[in-house]
């Protein structure tokens, strides 16, 4: 790739520094660095390129996005030659993938591997970033860009005696490279979201004895994954720019239509007919593309509750499970919906239990393995724990991000986030969030908010050096806005009544208000561009000279 390298910003080391070498990184250094001419640097905490995708090892880590619309769109080369195995790309070949696009980017010889970025301070005397990592690195830029992730922050609850346990624990966030084989094992894991789906159909496969320890049922709905057939692959392959276009503009960055008529106006037999189709098909359709009501209504959120019921008592063979395993207590949708490949089946095996913790709570890790407070103690040869990530926020405050006057970005946001389209802080002038906390993000099929995230930050910075301008921060009126409509979009719908990593919920002390925000995909990008027409409206832009580079 062509790299014209006419650089500014000289007085600084680099125009632009980047943290995290996912699919925002990457994508983020690509546009900087071979259509905009700039000097960028990515530091990556792991030892190689894939974000999430490098980190989540865990036995079933794949995508429960469809691979066709799991992947970059900004290249049709790329798009049309990538070739996906199934349905839902596994862990590995998503990193395969991540590499390819490393490699045909020559991105690699920007990023350094095994740096984990420590802190970074913005100097107001020359608009600049120092940015610090943990091997005693020094860099300046112009501008700062995260791509740290919204679930990369791996969360392990501080239970009493944590280190005391004798045999091997792993998280699903922090997957060794090496294969954990479990064969023999007494294993227990810890959790029940979209990791632990995942990785318990295949633990049980080799496990002597599993024990699942769950606080909240799950809603878990059927992957469906296999090969796609050829005919559906052809004509996708044949239909680039509609599918481009459809995802872009979309409610969740999905080829997902929601139903005009909603579950309350209809008959609970009604709603069964219209989800049976969904649940066969397998996928997301049953949660964002079905009932808009569900998601306001609880009338209309418990007959599709009643569907999803009834299909987890058809599976389980003993009824006590069964009725351990239907969830309880919020709405359907609101928490996120885990896709599976026979999580439900692998309860009627006779080696694995179920355990809840929830109305007896885990006490302690003993050495031995898990005590509940009755005092009930299961013996584990190795512990897994999928408890998650500290989601959204955790990534950006395990970092000491200083803005104006020396203010940490963690303390500006001790009560919850405080952005301006999830994009950008006051106070932080020329910091970029890539689908940080109140943007779509994760409701939304993450590539494609990525790709607006990273395309928009691009305009913006070219429109600073066209207009011959140092900076760019949100008004402090722009960001109380956006922080106040996040608010009230959630609050107008069900999702603040479900406990849940979207609330903050799972992380004690953390404050309880919505992470993500509930534009939606489409309408949030039309949003975007319609304050870049208005001059970025919201945005202070300063420092400008007629005629000049930034
Ligand atoms: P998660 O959804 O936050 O699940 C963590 C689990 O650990 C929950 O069941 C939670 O219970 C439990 N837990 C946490 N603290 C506990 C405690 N002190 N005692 C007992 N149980 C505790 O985490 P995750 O499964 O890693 O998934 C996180 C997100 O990553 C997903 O929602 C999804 O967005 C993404 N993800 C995606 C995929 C995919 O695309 N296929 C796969 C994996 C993950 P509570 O529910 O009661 O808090």
């Known amino acids: 790739m062509p790299n014209s390298c006419q650089s500014s910003s000289t007085d600084t080391d680099v125009d632009a520094v980047v943290i995290g070498a996912g699919f925002s990184g990457l994508y983020m250094l690509h546009r900087l660095r071979n259509t905009m001419g700039l000097r960028a640097r990515v530091f990556e905490t792991g030892g190689g390129v894939g974000g999430t995708w490098y980190w989540n090892r865990y036995p079933g880590a794949r995508s429960d996005s469809d691979s066709y619309i799991y992947g970059f769109t900004f290249d049709e080369q790329l798009w049309q030659q990538w070739e996906w195995s ?3 790309p596994e862990q590995h070949e998503i990193r395969a993938y991540l590499e390819h696009v490393a490699e045909r980017y020559d991105l690699d010889h920007d990023i350094t591997f ?5 802190g970074a301070a913005f100097d107001e005397d020359s608009d600049t970033w120092t940015v610090t990592t943990d091997t005693g690195e020094t860099v300046t830029a112009r501008y700062l860009i995260t791509g740290v992730g919204a679930l990369s922050a791996s969360n392990t609850p501080k239970f009493p005696g944590l280190d005391a346990f004798r045999g091997a624990t792993y998280h699903t966030g922090q997957w060794p490279h090496e294969k954990v084989d479990f064969t023999g094992q007494r294993v227990g894991v810890i959790g029940t979201g979209a990791s632990a789906v995942q990785a318990v159909p295949l633990i049980a496969r080799e496990a002597e004895d599993l024990t699942v320890l769950q606080r909240t049922a799950n809603y878990v709905i059927p992957a469906n994954n296999g090969p796609v057939p050829d005919e559906v692959r052809q004509a996708r392959k044949a239909d680039y720019a509609g599918i481009r276009e459809r995802i872009q503009n979309s409610t969740f960055g999905f080829e ?14 009604e709603v069964d007919a219209v989800l049976q189709p969904r649940w066969d098909e397998g996928g997301f359709g049953i949660w964002l593309g079905s009932y808009v009501d569900m998601f ?9 509750r009643h569907f ?3 299909k987890i008592r058809e599976k389980i063979d003993d009824p006590q499970t069964a009725e351990r395993l239907i969830p309880k207590g919020y709405p359907f949708g609101c928490k996120r919906n885990p896709l599976d490949s026979g999580y439900y089946e692998t309860f009627n095996l006779p080696h694995v239990h ?5 109305s007896n709570p885990i006490a302690e890790i003993t050495p031995a393995g898990v005590k509940l407070v009755d005092g009930t103690e299961y013996e584990f040869d190795a512990i897994v724990y999928a408890t998650g990530f500290d989601a959204m926020t955790g990534p950006l405050n395990r970092i000491d991000i200083r803005g104006r006057g020396g203010r940490l970005l963690r303390d500006k946001w001790a009560d919850g986030p ?3 389209l999830g994009l950008m802080s006051a106070g932080y002038p020329n910091l970029f969030t890539i689908t940080g906390p109140q943007s779509p993000s994760v409701l939304s099929n993450m590539p494609v908010s990525i790709e607006q995230h990273v395309d928009y930050i691009a305009g913006i910075i070219d429109h600073l050096r066209d207009r011959g301008a140092t900076t760019i921060e949100p008004t402090a009126e722009a960001e109380d806005a956006w922080v106040a409509q996040n608010q009230q979009l959630a609050e107008a719908t069900l999702f603040p009544t479900a406990d849940t990593w979207y609330m903050g919920a799972n992380i004690p002390g ?9 534009s939606f995909v489409g309408p949030y990008r039309a949003k975007c561009d319609r304050i870049a027409e208005n001059d970025y409206e919201g945005f202070t832009i300063s420092g400008a000279r007629e005629g000049a580079t930034a």
Do not use: C, I, M
């Not at 306001?296 to 599709?304: L, M, T």
């Not at 953390?510 to 509930?518: A, E, G, H």
């Open 114 to 118: 095994d740096t984990t970025v420590r």
């Open 510 to 518: 953390k404050p309880r208000v919505f992470l993500p925000n509930l």
């Open 256 to 269: 997902l239509t929601t139903l005009e008529k909603g579950a309350a106006e209809s008959t609970q037999e």
């Open 86 to 88: 199934e349905r839902y």
């Open 296 to 304: 306001f209504v609880d009338d209309a959120n418990a007959k599709v």
């Open 354 to 358: 179920l355990v809840d913790v929830k």
């Open 418 to 420: 405080r952005t301006y």
């Open 308 to 310: 999803l019921h009834d």
